[in-house]
């Protein structure tokens, strides 16, 4: 098995099995979803991020001027056409914080295509936001519908095979407990001992999560490791003080901590871990058609947000700080081909 699938199921069990069951289901609905609120123009320089957002952002308008010299990059048909085509996978359900249908029903929200639309106003282009499922994503990429994909996409190797990527997240699992908890991670699996950990069952999360376990054992020590049926009920177990411990992928964690922050039993982050496991660290890059020449100025114009601070005050806004990169690379190295 490919690693692919793994890493998008990891991502949905961590923001609810019932989403992902729609969304998966969902693979043949037709590649569409028009640019909505929230955006920005070529002209305009202008654009909101968190925008609509439910409360999981904080709404911040950034300038972003164009670039020539990143625009003077860009394949002559795109520059000569004056707009990015940036594909998001998120039909039928959404996924916060990165893509979903934001509260006036209309505005295609969350960090993927906010960054789409950064990228889009430093190349001097208009952002075309098409939204689809996740398999009719790809499908639109390979017909040249879609120019670049900003929708949590993993870089592996095997994908290399059919796409160009420049970086531009962590791709991280999390360490969820209640706000008053003392516990962190601190980088270390022996921290662990003695605690009740929940994790979704046949997810990268839980393979790690065993993994720990074993050693622990060997070790003489040991933790508890606890499934439920949907994350409604891990959130129920967490704040009844069931379990110690949420492991899920950073983004549903970064999403929940800005759910519980004004209920009764707020949460926090308490440590990261690099999806891909120990040997890798895993990185979430914008997706273009192999060999189309877009790569290289998406990453340019990354590195242009990343050096000028909106790229920092984007994942500030989302509440996903923790996953920043230093720089965007064009195809860094990806999960490996035996990695499944």
Not at 89 to 98: E, K
Not at 303 to 311: K, M, R
Request: with cysteine; glycine share 10%; aromatic share 6%.
């Amino acid at each position: 098995m490919h690693h692919e699938p793994t890493l998008r199921v990891r991502l949905l069990r961590g923001l609810g099995a019932a989403t992902a069951a729609v969304t998966l289901a969902g693979g043949l609905t037709a590649c569409g979803g028009a640019e909505a609120t929230g955006t920005a123009t070529a002209s305009s320089g202008k654009v909101t991020v968190g925008a609509e957002s439910n409360g999981a952002a904080r709404p911040t308008e950034l300038s972003v001027p164009v670039v020539e010299s990143l625009r003077a990059r860009l394949p002559e048909a795109v520059r000569e056409r004056g707009e990015l085509v940036v594909g998001v996978g998120a039909l039928p359900a959404g996924f916060p914080p990165l893509a979903y249908l934001g509260t006036d029903q209309k505005t295609l929200t969350g960090a993927e295509p906010d960054l789409g639309r950064l990228v889009a106003a430093a190349l001097g282009l208009k952002p075309v936001v098409k939204n689809s499922t996740w398999e009719n994503l790809f499908v639109g990429i390979d017909s040249g519908k879609v120019d670049v994909a900003f929708t949590n996409v993993t870089v592996t190797e095997e994908r290399k095979k059919k796409y160009e990527f420049a970086s531009y997240r962590q791709d991280n699992l999390a360490f969820e407990v209640l706000k008053d908890s003392p516990w962190n991670f601190d980088g270390d699996y022996r921290n662990l001992a003695g605690r009740t950990v929940a994790v979704s069952s046949g997810t990268n999360q839980e393979k790690i999560l065993l993994e720990w376990q074993k050693k622990l054992q060997a070790e003489g020590k040991d933790l508890t490791v606890k499934y439920f049926p949907d994350t409604n009920s891990v959130f129920l177990a967490l704040s009844g003080k069931k379990i110690d411990i949420n492991f899920a992928p950073n983004p549903s964690i970064a999403y929940h901590v800005t759910q519980t922050a004004n209920g009764s039993t707020p949460t926090r982050n308490a440590g990261a871990f690099s999806g891909a496991g120990e040997s890798l660290q895993g990185l979430i890059a914008a997706t273009a058609k192999k060999d189309s020449g877009l790569a290289e100025p998406v990453a340019a114009a990354i590195n242009h947000l990343i050096e000028n601070g909106q790229y920092e005050k984007l994942l500030a806004a989302w509440n996903l700080s923790n996953e920043a990169v230093k720089t965007s690379e064009v195809n860094p190295p990806g999960l490996p081909l035996s990695n499944s």
